[in-house]
Structure formats: C-alpha cells, structure tokens
C-alpha cells in the first residue's frame, strides 16, 4: 500500500507519516517546508519505505500516481502562521486541494481532507456537531484559514459527487503534542514556552474563552481510521473535554511549577469565544474517541519543550 502525505513534514503530518510507516504504508512526504520543518521527519529520513519531496502542491505536483491513499494536510495552520502567509494559506486550500484531488482521481485512490473547526467560525451552537453550518466572517482576518478550507470541503465533496472520488473530511479540532514549532504563537506552546523560561503566561483577552484540546497520537489515530470508513461526510475530530484558557494557564503553571503570572493581552480579532466539538460521528462512525488526558498529554509536551530547548540552548553559549 502506497500513501501520499502532502504537508507531512508538518507537526500533524509527521506524525501521520510515522504511523502509517507503522502500519506497513510506503509513505510519500510532500512539503514546501513554509512553515513545516525537516527536523520533523529527520529520523524517516534513511527509511527504505520513507520518501521525502520538497514540493509546493499548489505548482505542478513532482508525483504522478500509484497512490492508495492520500492525505492533504498541507497548510500554515497556526493563527500567527495564516496571518504571515494570507495568500498562500488561500492558494494551497484551493490550488494546493485542487491539483491533489486531480492527482487522487487519477491514482482512484482515498482521498483525506484535513479541515478545522474553524469552518464552525465563532460558533452560535455549542458544541459543535458536524451538521451545523458555523459562523464565519468572510472578510475577516481568520477568513484565509476558515474560508480556504470551507472551500476546500466544497471542493473534495464535489469530486465525489462528480466522479464518485473516495473522499473524507476531518474537522481537526485544536491539536497539540510534540513537534509544534515553541514560536508558533498557539496557546499551548506558548504558555509553555513562557513558563519553562519563567516570563509571564500571557492569555489573551479575559482568558475564559473556551477551548478542548487533543493530544496528538489520538489526532493521528482518528486521521488513520476516517481513511478506513466509507462516509463522504465531514467527521469532528477533537478531545470533547473544554477548558478556559486561564484554567488552561493554572494547569500548565501546576504541571511546569513555574512562579509565572498570568499577563492579560487584547484578544486577537475574531477569535472565537467557545469551541467543543460533538463527537458522536466519530464514535459511531470510527469507533473512536481521544484516549490521552490533558494533564499526561501536556507532561509528554512539556518535557519535549524542555528537552529542546536545553539541546538548543548551549549551541547559543558557544
Ligand atoms: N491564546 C492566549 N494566549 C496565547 C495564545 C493564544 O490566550 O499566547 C488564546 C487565543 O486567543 C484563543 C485560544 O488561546 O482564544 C487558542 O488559541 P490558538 O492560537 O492556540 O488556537 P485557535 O483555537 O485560536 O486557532
């Protein structure tokens, strides 16, 4: 079995490529490494079964077919990311999508669509279940993300329809674990970052905006078994349990027994207020539902953190 990972030198995608290596897959990793890195997928490098091809999916695709299944999680999906790289964030939801859906029809191979929560926007129903529509502001500054994978949801479902293209759409609700960039702006590396240096945690407007966060081996294993199933349909994948994003910050003080305090910033425009995902599709569906808890999923974060930034640290010493 050949699969065709696009964005798998990505946080997400390299842990995709690991486990699917696992499974028995020969993997393809295509990434412009705009904001993915090699570091990611260093040690699959000398792996017979590994490939890794610097590409840009939204040019002509380096690959011609053969592929069983392919993945595209090819997209800056940080906050602080799609607000550096607007442009290209539309151009590889809707290009990128485009030339991958070609290459899957082509390959008659499954097809799998990263999307996100955040085509719920600043959700009115709570929580989020797949059938509701969301709450996006087109011309916001989110909407590079939101409206690039909306549209990308559009178009994987319209090659199935079109062409009976084997097709799934994962709502990615917020991810974490090792391997997220320490700079990425999200809150959990973040917070984390700040308090393993001792600085003040800083939380964004009044901090009980709410978020449920999923560690990233239950992330892979949902991504892994939606390929399996037969449903076109978008499928929430998230951990249900939901947070403020100040006892989020009490709990990262706790596990770090960093003395830091909590320094309140604006909140960011549109930032969404609630977020929480309905995962009874995917039980059903799958037979799935996250395993990792916060506090043993953020332990296996934190120790990674630290642990780079001590390999990092005596290089600048030098
Ligand atoms: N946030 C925060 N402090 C930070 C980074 C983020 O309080 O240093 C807040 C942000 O405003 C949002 C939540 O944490 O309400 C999650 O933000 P993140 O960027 O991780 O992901 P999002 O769910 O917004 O895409």
Known sequence: MRALVAGGA???????????LREGFRVVCLDNLLTGSKTNIRHLLKVPAFRFIPADITLKLPVRGGFDLIYNLASPASPRDY?????????????????????????????????????????????????YWGNVNPIGVRAVYDEAKRFSEALATSYHRTHGLPVRIARIFNTYGPRMKANDGRVVPNLIAQALAGRPLSVYGSGRQTR??????????????????????PVNLG??????????????????????RVEHHPLPEDDPVRRRPDIARARHLLGWE???????????????LSRKKTTRAPRRWK
């Open 10 to 20: 990505g946080f997400i995608g390299s842990h995709l490529c690991d486990r699917l």
């Open 83 to 131: 607000l550096a790289f607007p442009l290209e964030t539309l151009k590889v939801g809707s290009v990128g999508t485009m030339n991958l859906l070609e290459l899957a029809w082509r390959s008659k191979s499954v097809f799998v669509q990263a999307s996100t929560s955040e085509v719920y926007g600043d959700p009115k129903v709570h929580p989020q279940p797949e059938s």
């Open 212 to 233: 449920s966060f999923c560690y990233v081996s239950d992330m892979v294993d949902g991504l892994f078994r939606l390929a399996g199933c037969s449903s076109a349909g």
């Open 239 to 260: 951990n249900p349990r939901e947070f403020t994003i100040l006892r989020f910050a009490r709990l990262v003080l706790k596990l770090t027994g960093a003395k830091s």
């Open 290 to 304: 996250p395993r990792v808890p916060l506090e043993e999923g953020l332990k296996l974060t934190i120790e990674w």
